[in-house]
């Protein structure tokens, strides 16, 4: 019986330890939990959401498309007497990403692309304005204002499967931003990892670090992916 339960046991191991046969593939959904932290003259600290999606059409060619929201709202109040101002103030910065890329194997499990990408970052405001006076409303007014900027993005990743549940990548990026910045290069380097739950679908994390919008940044991705 003790026999039969270490053969067993040895057989789990070797399963879970069982080297991928192929390379990672350019064809998925993901949905993903995005946390972005920024260090400089604003602090900036927001979670968000993202969603990209790739199509790997023959053996070495793939295109692409990414989207990323942060939203960040503050308000205040100033009262004069018998009156009282309310200020309240709601910005969202979308993310905007298409393109595609090139595909080199490097060995069965590992490959290397580099894409391109057409980018645009859309910065909305909503505000609103009330004044009370003796505590009932007698001024309201909204207000929406919106801007954005274009981009051009280009990424290499370099993605392998360490067995045949685990998958490593490594980013580099460079982005040049149309926008009223004195820079206007954004770069960053970053890791990842994606958990395969089962053939189709699997866990990511992905960790990157750089210069974005003229600050430097950190940025946390955690989602789920589907493969087909």
């Known amino acids: 019986m003790l026999i039969k339960k270490v053969a067993l046991v040895a057989a789990l191991l070797s399963s879970v330890a069982v080297q991928a046969d192929t390379a990672p593939s350019y064809r998925y959904l993901q949905g993903s939990v995005e ?54 103030l709601e910005l969202t910065l979308d993310r905007y990403y298409l393109g595609g890329g090139y595909i080199m194997p490097i060995s069965d499990v590992t490959n290397l692309s580099f894409a391109g990408y057409l980018g645009s970052y859309r910065l909305s405001a909503d505000g609103r304005v009330q004044v009370f006076s003796n505590g009932q409303p007698t001024f309201t007014e909204s207000y929406s204002e919106s801007d954005s900027s274009e981009s051009l993005k280009i990424e290499t990743v370099l993605r392998s499967n360490i067995n045949s549940k685990l998958e490593l990548s490594g980013t580099a990026y460079y982005e040049y931003l149309n926008a009223d910045l004195d820079n206007k290069s954004q770069y960053g380097l970053g890791v990842g990892a994606q958990y395969h739950f089962s053939e189709n679908f699997a866990l990511t994390s992905d960790l990157s670090y750089g210069k974005v919008l003229d600050e430097n940044t950190t940025q946390l991705s955690v989602g789920a992916r589907y493969n087909f």
């Open 35 to 88: 946390h972005i932290s920024q260090s400089g003259e604003e602090s900036l600290s927001d979670t968000g959401f993202g969603a990209k999606a790739a199509w790997q059409f023959n053996n070495n060619w793939f295109i692409g498309a990414k989207w990323q929201r942060f939203s960040d709202s503050e308000s205040y109040a100033e009262n004069f007497n018998s009156e009282q101002l309310i200020v309240s």
